[in-house]
Structure formats: structure tokens, C-alpha cells
């Protein structure tokens, strides 16, 4: 599914996020508290959005973007290949079953991604693995807003205008159901923080972005 609505993912996320989610990536990269040499593992990078914002932040450190969709990396790749910098690749691969060594990674970020794995207890559980003692997770999430008016009209957007306007852009407009479908039952904030704790995170905080919409979960390795 990723794979056909790759053509079009930025331009829809643009449009659909009205440019917010770049707010929220951005505040992301602010609270990876980031030293020059670390490598960073960008898990579910779809088109490797953050992975070009991390570079842009720190220069210094290296990037993977790891996805499972090659359609989402190939776009990815057009962007990478403009950039023509040996500090970022990507990587086709399962989220679920990292190939990567335990205690190699020293950051791992996760944007709109974590509700999508079939089992995101053991994607976290693979987080834990490869992370280096120190290491810091940070998933940024879709949620549902608490104050019930504002949910009201927020879950209105999510089942009517965005399978409108994304299945316009895209062709594809079951993915844009799909969207709703996923943010509608995916886990609450608290069970998320309870598998985080689970798998073996500690200080773990989570931040909520316009009332609950978005959230940013920040975990630590000891
Ligand atoms: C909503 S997109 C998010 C893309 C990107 N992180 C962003 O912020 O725009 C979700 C991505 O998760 C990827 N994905 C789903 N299951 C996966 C898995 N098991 N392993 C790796 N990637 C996966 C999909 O291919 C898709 O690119």
C-alpha cells in the first residue's frame, strides 16, 4: 500500500498536515540531544523525511533510514542522491527484525510510523536490542485530542476530508482510510509508555502536540 501512494506521499502530507508535522519533526530532533560521530537509525522512514531534517541539523552524525516498502526508499533515494552525502543511507528492511547488531545504535526516531508495525511490542523490543546503553528512542505518533469537541471535529477531518483529498492526489483512496482507521485503534498514549517501560526504557516522557493529535514519546537506555 506505502509502495502505491509513494509518488505522491509528500506532496499529501504537505497538504493534509498543513506543513505542521515539519513542527513537530523539528521538535523531535531538538530533544535527540544530538553529539557529533552518533548514528542515528530512522526506523519506518518511508521517504526519508527526517533523515534529510536530522542531516540538516547536525552534520556531524550519521543516518540510517531503515523502511520496508522499496517504493517509499526509491523516492528516498531520488532525494539522497541529490544530497550526495556519504553520511546517509538506506536501508530496505523489517522494522520487526532489525539487522543490526545489539548496542550498535546510539539514536533511534520513529515518525508515524510505530502504529503501522503488526506487532509494536516487538518493535520497540528491537529498539531496546541494537540501542547502546545511553541510547535514546524517540517516536513521534499520531493520537486522538482529549478535549471531546476538538476530537469531534478532528475525527471528522480524519474519516471524511483526508480520504477525499489524499485518494484525489494519490489514486489510492482506501490508504486514506486506511490512515483513519489505524490513528482510530491504535494504542492509547498510556499503554504505548507501559510497552516502552515493558521492553526496558526508562525516563520515559511523552509530550502531546494541538491537544493530543501528535505525540512525542522520548525514551532512555540505561
Ligand atoms: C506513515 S509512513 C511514515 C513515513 C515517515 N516516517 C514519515 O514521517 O513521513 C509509515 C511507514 O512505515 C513503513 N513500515 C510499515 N511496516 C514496517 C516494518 N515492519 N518495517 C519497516 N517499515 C515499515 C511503511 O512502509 C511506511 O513507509
Known sequence: MFTEISPTYDLTNKILSLGIDRLWRKKLILSAGLKDGDVILDLCTGTADLVFEFHRYHENVKILGLDISRGMLEIGAQKLARENDEMLLLLESDA???????????????AF??????????GLSEMRRVLKSNGRLLILEFSLPIFRPWRAL?????????????????????????????????AAPGEVIAEMRNVGFEQIEARKFLNGISILYCGKVD
Not at 494519490?170 to 483513519?180: C, E, F
Open 113 to 122: 510510523g510505530l502504529r503501522n508495525l503488526t506487532d509494536f511490542g516487538q
Open 96 to 110: 520487526l527484525n532489525l539487522p543490526l547488531a545489539d548496542n550498535s545504535i546510539d539514536v533511534i526516531s520513529i
Open 154 to 186: 478532528y475525527l471528522l477531518y480524519l474519516k471524511h476530508i483526508i480520504p477525499l483529498i489524499g485518494g484525489w492526489i494519490s489514486g489510492s483512496r482506501p490508504a486514506y482510510n486506511y490512515l483513519h482507521d489505524t490513528i482510530y485503534t491504535f
